[in-house]
């Protein structure tokens, strides 16, 4: 598989859990694994892949940890990289931001990177999200506050998915 690292926003630890969910998922060791906030140029280097997570906050908003991390990311040379994204959201007390935050990174690294897992939209109960394109989440939308018991099964299915495409 190639070198991958994750990193994520978490202000409750609901984006870090599912960080780690994912790791052990794919097989990738928890050095690897890191916050937004350590997000830097030479990190970028290190990594093939990078996987990048946020849980959206407010109306639509970026964890905070991101606000610098995606600042440096649009300014970052990511040319030949592989990037997957997954985002934490809301669905019931949100519906009409849900994961937003997870199409605001997709918005800024899209047109230099290589994006890959999205997943189908349907069977997600929600309004409205920045991270829809034609029917599919840009990458793995995670719903803890309302559909936990849902939350094994998408990260085993986003994750081998992930693992064949990781795998070439």
Request: glycine share 10%; net charge negative; with cysteine.
């Amino acid at each position: 598989m190639k070198k991958t690292g994750i990193f994520y926003g978490s202000t409750t630890g609901t984006t870090e859990d599912v960080a780690g969910r994912i790791a052990a998922a794919l097989g990738i060791d928890s050095s690897d694994v890191h916050s937004a906030s350590e997000l830097s140029p030479a990190l970028i280097g290190d990594y093939d892949v990078l996987i990048l997570g946020s849980s959206t906050w407010g109306d639509g908003e970026l964890q905070d940890e991101w606000y610098d991390a995606l600042d440096m990311l649009k300014d970052a040379d990511l040319s030949g990289k592989t990037v997957a994204l997954f985002g934490c959201g809301d669905s019931c007390s949100y519906p009409d931001t849900f994961c937003d935050a997870m199409g605001i990174i997709h918005d800024a690294v899209c047109d230099r990177c290589t994006i890959v897992g999205s997943v189908p939209a349907d069977g997600y109960s929600y309004s409205s999200s920045k991270a829809v394109r034609d029917g599919r989440f840009v990458g793995l939308a995670i719903d803890e506050m309302n559909e936990s018991d849902r939350t094994d099964e998408r990260i085993a299915a986003w994750t081998e998915e992930l693992k064949t495409i990781l795998a070439e």
